[in-house]
């Protein structure tokens, strides 16, 4: 009986392969760190802007006047390009696509992560800026609505580019990210639909919800993993 046979000379069946450890080239450690630091400090803002009783600190004013200063017909027109392209709409349109790209690809795990860590920064951000209910800048040239903290725009997009970065592990997608965020804060400043402090907010959510959320997929596929791989090993 060959080693390829059972008992009754039928073929074995070949043991299901063992899932490899998702992305040995990032230290989940790390990741959680950065994860935990930028939580923190988003609360730590929040609490900034709640003792100012939500009023615009230094910093947005000083930024504020200098985004006026700065205020052209040329440079709206262009603030207002990923502002459209990451509004909601957009943003929906954006991530389904992408969700798809990597689901076509037999990422499943990669399109899953992207698609909780996007649900998962709404549905945190969208009704915590409707709780705290700070005033947007009166001279807005967006939205109106009083839930200027934290900025849905800025931490949608943040949570893209850095939940992107984290599955691709390629240095351009960082930048591009980067520069996709960074263009972001200031179009809704320079719209005067947020304050910096908001935007910055954004920030520190998008990165907490992205790497946070990155982490405990992570979490689960090991565990998976070191299922399959005590299977296989007592098979």
Known sequence: MGDDERPGGEPAAWPAPVEPLPHPDLHP???????????????????????????????????????????????????????????????????????????LRRRGWDAATLALAIVAVVAIGAPMAAIIARVRPADSLAETVATSFPSGHTAVATTLAV???????????????ALWVLLMMWSRTYLQAHWLSDVVAGLLEGIAVATLVWCAMYAVRVRRSNRAASAVGSG
């Open 163 to 177: 939940t992107l970065g984290l599955l691709l592990r390629r240095w351009y997608v960082w930048v591009l990210g």
């Open 29 to 103: 450690a790390l990741v959680l760190a950065v994860g935990v630091t930028a939580a923190v400090a988003f609360v730590v803002l929040r609490v900034v802007v709640a003792l100012g009783g939500h009023a615009p600190l230094p910093v947005d004013l000083w930024w504020h006047d200098l985004m006026l200063r700065t205020l052209d017909d040329a440079g709206v027109v262009v603030a207002w390009v990923p502002a459209i392209v990451g509004g909601t709409i957009g943003m929906i349109i954006v991530g389904i696509v992408i969700v798809a790209i990597f689901a």
